[in-house]
Structures are given as structure tokens and as C-alpha cells.
Nanobody
Framework: VQLQASGGGLVQPGGSLRLSCAASISFSIRIMGWYRQAPGKQRELVAS???????KYEDSVNGRFTISRDNVKRTVYLQMNSLKPEDTAVYYC?????????WGQGTLVTVSS
């Protein structure tokens, strides 16, 4: 397994979750991203981080989500706060641009009361 996401679950609107993604690929120089796929929608990139920590966010999550990374542990994180029902999706990590041969199974985030 090259990318293993974890940390998803069921959370109420306004709640928080922290996702983790452990990578077995060469990591420190790569731009890493968190993607999500909601039911019936295409997979989209929501946050990215360069090897030296420069971040970018999709407009709908900006100010609520924070991406970070630990290059020693080869792990990328996504702290999600103020969650909304529209954040419900399967969340994946991958490189940016994505590499189709290394998608993991993702982790399901459900935001519902």
C-alpha cells in the first residue's frame, strides 16, 4: 500500500476531525494533496502542501481546513473544523498532480446530525 488514509468517521455539523495519510512513496520533495469525492460527484482537490510547507486550499474549505505534513514520518494531515454536511465524502491523499497508480482506499467522512 503506497498511500493509506485514516481518521474519518461520523461527526455532527460544526464538529472537527483530523485525517492522516501515511505514505510509503518517496515523500519529502513531493507536493501532497487531499482530495475528496462526494456521492455522484467527481473527485476534487481540496488542499495541497509543498515539501517546504506552502499550502493552498479550495475556496469552500479555506479557513476551515488545515493541511500539514511530517516529512520524517512520511505523513500528511488534514485538520477539518466547522464541518458542514456538504463536506461529506470519501477523502484521499495523493501527490499533486495526482498519480493514478497510487490511490489508496480513502477514508469516509460523514457530517450529519
Amino acid at each position: 500500500v503506497q498511500l493509506q488514509a485514516s481518521g474519518g468517521g461520523l461527526v455532527q455539523p460544526g464538529g472537527s476531525l483530523r485525517l492522516s495519510c501515511a505514505a510509503s512513496i518517496s515523500f519529502s520533495i513531493r507536493i501532497m494533496g487531499w482530495y475528496r469525492q462526494a456521492p455522484g460527484k467527481q473527485r476534487e482537490l481540496v488542499a495541497s502542501i509543498t515539501g517546504n510547507g506552502i499550502t493552498k486550499y479550495e475556496d469552500s474549505v479555506n479557513g476551515r481546513f488545515t493541511i500539514s505534513r511530517d516529512n520524517v514520518k512520511r505523513t500528511v494531515y488534514l485538520q477539518m473544523n466547522s464541518l458542514k454536511p456538504e463536506d461529506t465524502a470519501v477523502y484521499y491523499c495523493n501527490t499533486v498532480p495526482k498519480a493514478d497508480n497510487i490511490w489508496g482506499q480513502g477514508t469516509l467522512v460523514t457530517v450529519s446530525s
